[in-house]
């Protein structure tokens, strides 16, 4: 049967190529309706033409990579590559756009010549950069935006100091990544859902921003019978139901494609909101970074990808993890549009997420940020990385919040003095908080304890009777 099908196929072959010659064939449009050379543009299902990015944000396709080459119109800069030798009029009709075709055999670089532009609003003193795409931020956003920067650095100032005390056994800082978290933050709504990622300690500013107190934050640190999670996960691995902020899990990347999937039921719900998913440049060399990448564009999920790009994922440097020009080219490959913001530049960011916010909602599509910066702390260790400006973001915002007359260093001191004195209370008032009890390590997943579970409670039980000095707070 095999050696009939084959021979059967190559009898037809022949025959069609003595027929009509192979390139006639292709012309012969009636033939098969897999081939034309039309270049009609891209519409939704709703008639909406979604190549265009939002009219707020200006000629905007500079900035942000194409989805995907939908058609021969859509790729016609990267048609002008090659010489057709003539066949204009022969294209392949293929799932995702037509695809011109050249008798010239040439492989694609690895790289393109010229590097992606990283966007940029305020220069490193706080100064407008001319000709800059953005929407102003008023008054009342842009302090409470660097009332939220202050109060985050001296959370993690305190906390930091209080881990090192013995106080609290982990934690770690975001401070020098303030504008990314807080900035974005303001450009979302209540509404948007927000999953952080491995680096969970670079988030803390979304709640902050949203109204998570800094009483909640101590209670998580401190793992006290007032934390939502209930003293069952490490210290700063927030979650709040109240403010659409997803319990942060430790394992890396994992959440990126859970992200995907809650952007999808948004969409299914026909809901007037996105995710929010953050993620470290180190998070782009798993697997999970990839599939969800891949998920979201062909499910054409609402969610926005912000990739924070300190040139290291713990002590690995970039240069080790990948070749590409960073993460937003990676996007692209994907069929995502996407962008690189400087991310000491509040205002970018703001406008950068802003923009992804409306393409993500109205146009049903996902985005990817790419968010540079180069520094960072990773761990409670400071192995790698020169410091090059631990407040960068902070100044050059606060810069300009002065410009405008908004903020001054009166301002400034009884905001600083005010957010170390609710701290040091809240952390006092947290340490006196009782324990959660033993039995709340095994509850809430089943609502029927199996034996195993069981089993394991009483064997721990034991374990406390037997080094009760070990153990003083369990009940």
Not at 347 to 358: G, I, K, P, Q, S
Request: glycine residues 8%; proline residues 5%; negative net charge.
């Amino acid at each position: 049967m095999a050696i009939w099908f084959r021979k059967s196929i190559n009898v037809s072959a022949n025959y069609l190529k003595a027929k009509t010659g192979l390139w006639g064939l292709l012309n012969q449009r009636h033939l098969s309706p897999c081939f034309h050379s039309n270049s009609s543009s891209p519409t939704s299902l709703n008639g909406k033409n979604y190549r265009n990015p939002p009219s707020f944000f200006g000629n905007s396709t500079t900035l942000f990579g194409s989805r995907r080459f939908e058609s021969v119109k859509a790729g016609r800069q990267e048609e002008l590559r090659y010489d057709n030798g003539g066949h204009q009029d022969q294209a392949l009709d293929f799932p995702g756009g037509t695809v011109p075709f050249t008798p010239e055999m040439r492989f694609i670089s690895e790289a393109s010549r010229e590097r992606i532009p990283c966007y940029q609003v305020l220069d490193d003193n706080g100064n407008l950069i001319m000709h800059s795409s953005f929407v102003q931020v008023n008054k009342e956003d842009a302090v409470k935006m660097y009332s939220t920067m202050v109060t985050l650095q001296t959370m993690d100032t305190i906390f930091y100091e209080a881990q090192r005390q013995g106080r609290i056994s982990f934690y770690l800082t975001s401070i020098g990544e303030e504008a990314i978290s807080i900035s974005s933050a303001a450009a979302l709504t209540p509404e948007d859902v927000i999953l952080a990622q491995e680096t969970q300690y670079r988030e803390p500013g979304v709640l902050l921003w949203r109204g998570f107190t800094l009483q909640e934050f101590a209670n998580q640190c401190l793992g006290n019978k007032s934390d939502y999670g209930k003293g069952r996960q490490m210290p700063i691995h927030y979650g709040s139901n109240k403010h659409n902020y997803f319990t942060v899990s430790s394992p890396i990347a994992t959440q990126l494609p859970q992200a995907v999937g809650a952007a999808y039921s948004l969409k299914m719900d026909g809901k007037d909101a996105c995710v929010v998913t953050y993620f470290g440049d180190g998070g782009s060399s798993e697997g999970d970074f990839h599939a969800a990448l891949n998920f979201a564009a062909v499910m054409e999920a609402p969610v926005i990808f912000i990739c924070r790009n300190n040139g290291w994922a713990i002590s690995t440097p970039v240069s080790e993890q990948f070749r590409s020009d960073g993460i937003v080219v990676k996007g692209q490959a994907y069929g995502i549009r996407s962008i690189r913001v400087d991310g000491n530049d509040a205002l970018a960011v703001y406008n950068a997420t802003r923009a992804a916010r409306e393409m993500a909602i109205t146009e049903q599509r996902p985005v990817l940020i790419e968010v540079q910066l180069g520094f960072l702390k990773h761990t409670l260790l400071t192995l790698h990385i020169p410091i090059l400006t631990v407040d960068a973001s902070e100044l050059r915002f606060r810069r300009w919040v002065d410009g405008n007359g908004w903020w001054n260093d009166k301002d400034e001191s009884e905001l600083r003095g005010n957010a170390r004195k609710q701290l040091l209370h809240a952390i006092q008032a947290a340490e006196k908080v009782e324990k959660p009890p033993l039995s709340d390590l095994f509850t809430d997943v089943y609502e029927n304890t199996p034996s195993n579970l069981i089993q394991q409670e009483e064997l721990l039980r034991q374990t406390i009777q037997r080094h009760p000095q070990d153990y003083p707070s369990v009940e």
